[in-house]
């Protein structure tokens, strides 16, 4: 009798089936960046790597300075490093961007608001060079970060201007907006680009599909910190996420105060897609598909899908960048491309199914 | 106490409310009636903080209701929507567990929220989702959560306030007249209780001081007996109506004759 009390009393309580997802995942992720320092072109073999894990975990350096300890570390493991960080900072912003416009279609590559962070590090690019030469390098890169970071927090905020009117989003206004916002922050990239050096090229041509080659721990030391706030922020966020579903009023009634909610949601978002903007160029769809699944999996309460979504996304962008190396070796696919191909369907299924998520 | 000292509120140039006063007292099931569009809505959104008057003050306990912070003032009074749909698949259970507030044991949760769901006739309706249900078992699963937020209607020797914004639209008979009771139960055991209701039966059955707002002012409150007036239908409803007179010639329905099942 006890038992069929507890069963009934916790029907329809997900969070100890989203337990156990989130600890998959973490296995998950772990196996994807084992596959990921193990796979290259360099012929590195997976035993090698192994063993020169196991020293370095054991303390012993003797292989500093060899290829293979530069293979692994300074490239390899970066590159999956940065993947991580990466991925999880979009998959995290784009949940927390659709639980603040209460809409699943919501996602920083969509709305415009990686173009806007995009648009922040081309202007450093180029004008960068151009007003304040020369300047240092370390400088220059920590500055990217930060004009990404403007860029998207402008974007955010100009979009839920526009496309929220008395606590009600309007879906097709959103999309629209981001459209547009987009396509503007694209054409002045577009301008920067006709206006740079070859050089700047090179480095411009990468933010159009979005890398993870070039991968540097400098890099790693400057997008970690943000992404780890948005990721330390992510639990005091979710009630509130929660809550907003039922509306703004709702939400404010259940004890939320709303304005600050969003206002840190806003640069959340703004922070965890210009640290991988401005490191990994636009990788669109993370932020859809991986909040999507995660839904299905573990149900839509903030709390298990934002750390959810961290785990998943990081995961995520580590595989896609697995096939995108493997694939067409020795060349490099972008990774936007893969992300692309897998997150389009998504949007669309998303769109099949529940046709009212769009009340334009 | 809850009160609203001379209140008006305007949108643009419109005067929603102009110098309303009325008390939320602990312990009775307050009832507001009035045509449509005559400011109940308004007057219930300012009472409980959502709007700011543009003159007058509303005060809980003495404290000026903007000055409270949200969490402070969700800890005292729980809002039930008049209709409030869901973008994502939550489950019934997890919709009620927004609600509850100031448990933490994960064991205490659960029960609470079958407890809540329980008393508004939804039990084992826990699993389903949300965006699944009827638009009567979404306003009775709104209610079950806003019981759970505040679930004492005493607490600490402070009483605790609920309002209704028509919480018995879309609900039949039986529901109906269980809600209501509900909200009586929680008014009786010494919190206080506001209800939006539009069947004049139900408000004069429940309500222990019926409010009737009638552009944007207070046309009359005070026991139904005295409120319910053929004078006062005919002046605020505009419907010649004779209060307390069966139809002679057709069957009626009165919820006063109804047993709940």
């Not at chain 1, 020169?52 to 493991?77: C, E, K, M, N």
């Not at chain 1, 932020?287 to 299905?296: A, E, N």
């Not at chain 2, 919480?167 to 209800?195: K, M, Y």
């Amino acid at each position: 009798m006890a038992l069929t009390m507890t069963t009934a009393a916790s029907a329809g309580d997900r969070r100890g089936r989203a337990r156990v997802v989130l600890a998959l995942l973490g296995v998950a992720l772990v196996v994807t960046v084992l596959l990921s320092v193990s796979i290259g072109p360099s012929g590195l073999s997976t035993s090698e790597v192994w063993s020169l894990l196991g020293d370095a975990a054991a303390g012993r350096f003797d292989a500093i300075g060899s290829t293979s300890h530069v293979i692994l570390f300074d490239i390899r493991l970066p590159r999956t490093v940065l993947g991580a960080l990466a991925g999880a900072a979009l998959a995290v912003a784009g949940a927390m961007l659709q639980g603040l416009f209460r809409n699943p279609l919501a996602d920083p590559g969509l709305v415009g608001v990686s173009s806007g962070a995009a648009l922040g590090a081309v202007l450093v690019i180029v004008l960068g060079s151009a007003l304040i030469t020369p300047i240092v390098g370390a400088l220059r890169i920590g500055a990217l970060p930060v004009a990404a970071f403007f860029g998207g927090f402008v974007t955010t905020l100009v979009l839920y201007a526009i496309a929220t009117r008395q606590g009600r989003t309007s879906v097709g206004t959103m999309l629209l907006a981001g459209i547009a916002i987009g396509a503007l922050a694209g054409a002045v990239t577009s301008y920067m680009v006709f206006r740079s050096d070859d050089l700047q090229l090179r480095e411009l041509s990468f933010w159009s599909m979005g890398s993870l080659g070039g991968a540097t721990w400098l890099k790693i030391a400057i997008a970690a910190p943000p992404v780890l706030l948005v990721l330390a922020l992510s639990p005091f966020i979710a009630r509130g996420l929660d809550a907003l579903v039922l509306g703004e009023s709702e939400a404010r009634h259940l004890g939320i105060d709303v304005e600050r909610l969003k206002t840190l949601v806003i640069f959340a978002v703004a922070l965890a897609v210009g640290a991988a903007v401005a490191f990994c160029g636009v990788i669109g769809f993370v932020g859809i598909i991986v909040p999507h699944v995660l839904r299905l999996a573990i149900g839509p309460e903030h709390r298990t899908l934002l750390p959810g979504s961290a785990l998943l996304g990081a995961a995520l962008l580590i595989g896609a960048d697995i096939v995108c190396r493997t694939i067409v070796a020795p060349a490099e696919l972008p990774i936007g491309i893969v992300t692309a191909v897998l997150g389009a369907p998504v949007f669309l299924s998303i769109l099949l199914r529940r046709r009212s998520v769009i009340d334009l | 106490m809850i009160e609203a000292q001379h209140i008006t509120v305007r949108a643009g140039t419109r005067q929603l409310l102009s110098d309303v006063s009325v008390a939320v007292r602990p312990g009775r099931l307050t009832v507001i009636i009035g045509p449509n569009g005559a400011g109940k809505s308004t007057l219930m959104k300012t009472v409980t903080g959502e709007i700011r008057p543009a003159a007058g003050q509303v005060r809980l306990d003495g404290e000026v209701i903007q000055r409270i912070g949200a969490g402070r003032l969700a800890e005292r009074r729980a809002v039930l929507p008049q209709a409030s749909s869901l973008s994502f698949p939550f489950t019934v259970h997890e919709v009620v567990r927004l609600g509850v507030s100031r448990l933490r044991d994960p064991a205490a949760v659960r029960e609470r929220v079958a407890a809540a769901l329980g008393r508004v006739d939804l039990g084992g309706f826990g699993a389903r989702f949300f965006q699944e249900l009827s638009g009567g078992e979404q306003q009775r699963v709104h209610l079950a959560r806003v019981l759970c937020q505040v679930w004492q209607p005493v607490e600490d020797g402070l009483p605790n306030y609920l309002f209704l914004d028509e919480p018995t639209a879309s609900l039949d008979l039986r529901h109906q007249i269980l809600i209501l009771d509900e909200a009586r139960r929680f008014a009786r055991a010494g919190g206080g209780v506001v209800a939006i209701l539009h069947d004049l039966n139900l408000a004069a059955l429940y309500g222990d001081h019926l409010v009737v707002i009638a552009k944007g002012s207070v046309a009359a409150e005070g026991p139904s007996q005295q409120v319910l007036t053929d004078a006062m239908l005919r002046s605020v409803f505009g419907v010649s109506l004779r209060v307390g007179s069966a139809p002679a010639d057709r069957p009626f329905v009165l919820p006063h004759a109804i047993e709940a099942a």
